[in-house]
């Protein structure tokens, strides 16, 4: 998803993937893979987000997040300790700001 989406782009983005969906088995293991300009933020939620992710969530990673529990998915990239160079995909001048995790890999539950 790019940063410049508007919401109604992100919106058709998470439809295209439902729709992909529906093409694959249920037996299939799907992996979903992308920076999402989201922050899910350092809060573990069961079965999604894990005990290793930084920061604060942002709006993109509340979608994220809800997308993941509806559709039973695990944001795996929480899971694990990084180094926290890895974590961002860009700073700012001086190292004051930071943003975006860097790309989130989620899986279907039945990995």
């Known amino acids: ?3 410049h989406l508007t919401d109604v782009e992100g919106e058709k983005f998470y439809e295209e993937i439902e729709k992909a969906k ?3 088995k249920s037996q299939d293991i799907i ?3 992308g920076n ?3 922050k899910v933020g350092d809060e573990r939620i069961e079965d999604v987000v894990g005990p290793c992710s930084i920061g604060t969530v942002n709006e993109r990673g ?3 997040i809800k997308w ?3 559709n039973d998915f695990t944001i795996t990239s929480t899971w694990f300790q990084n180094d926290p160079r890895g ?3 860009w700073k700012s001048h001086g190292n004051r700001r930071r943003n ?3 790309d989130f890999r989620s899986y279907s539950s039945n990995v």
Do not use: E, K, P, V
């Open 100 to 102: 975006c995790d860097s």
């Open 87 to 89: 974590h961002w995909t």
């Open 62 to 64: 509340n979608r994220l």
């Open 22 to 24: 529906g093409y694959l």
């Open 68 to 70: 993941c529990q509806i």
């Open 1 to 3: 998803m790019h940063q």
């Open 36 to 38: 999402f300009n989201a």
């Open 31 to 33: 992996i979903i893979m």
